[in-house]
């Protein structure tokens, strides 16, 4: 079995500071990784995913994410924060184990940016 | 990029009433679909894998009576929530697989806000 931990359930920020949205994930096998970025009352759009070769993957919209296999992580970073950016982020994982790549979700971190 | 589409975005019940939520893939066959539930402030809870063409498999706790998925066609799959009851009320989000596409990735629908008067 997977799963996903987001440590931090809520993350207030001002405008144009760094930001970092932890997430560990626990699985036996090889998984892929993504984060996923919900706005208020609408569905999921993802932001980045890690599915294999180069470790750092980037977002069209400054998000950059590392995958660390020894420390189990994907932690989501952006080095300046816009207000546009407040959101809910969901990190996930899928692992290859059955036909259907089921994901396993975090429980998503609220990210605040202050004027 | 894939598109997923889901119908009604809200709808508004009564308590012992059935409510249908449909999911749609506009521009590519979705061999697979997912159905979600989302409590506020809380993550997406997966209720059951759907496969065109056979029967949904339900995760453990899911009442499968009770949320009836259909997935008739590579484009459509449907939700429905029988007898409805408050406790219902919720978020439920779709989603799809292009088994044409390598990127593992799922496509997700806007939502349908459920509540049950």
């Known amino acids: 079995a997977q799963s996903v931990t987001q440590l931090d359930s809520q993350v207030p920020v001002f405008e144009e500071a760094p930001v970092e949205l932890r997430c560990n994930y626990s699985?036996?096998?090889?998984?892929?990784l993504f984060w996923y970025v919900q706005y208020p009352n609408q569905g999921l759009q993802l932001l980045l995913k890690y599915l294999s070769g180069s470790t750092l993957v980037e977002s069209i919209n400054g998000f950059e994410a590392e995958f660390n296999k020894s420390q189990t992580s994907f932690h989501l970073r952006k080095p300046s924060v816009h207000i546009s950016d407040t959101a809910e982020y969901f990190c996930a994982v899928s692992d290859f184990s059955g036909s259907n790549y089921k994901l396993t979700f975090g429980k998503g971190t609220l990210l605040t940016v202050n004027p | 990029g894939a598109v997923v589409s889901q119908h009604p975005s809200w709808v508004i019940c009564k308590s012992g009433t059935s409510v249908k939520i449909e999911c749609r893939s506009l521009d590519f066959q979705a061999t697979t679909m997912f159905w979600y539930r989302q409590f506020p402030k809380k993550s997406l809870m997966l209720m059951a894998t759907s496969n065109e063409g056979s029967k949904a498999t339900y995760e453990q706790g899911v009442e499968k009576d009770k949320f009836l998925i259909n997935h008739a066609s590579l484009t459509l799959s449907t939700l429905t929530v029988t007898s409805a009851h408050p406790e219902d009320s919720s978020f439920y989000i779709c989603?799809?697989?292009?088994?044409?596409?390598?990127?593992?990735?799922?496509?997700f629908g806007p939502g349908t806000r459920l509540t049950v008067t």
């Open positions: 989603s799809a697989r292009d088994p044409g596409s390598h990127s593992y990735e799922q496509y």
């Open positions: 699985s036996s096998v090889s998984v892929y």
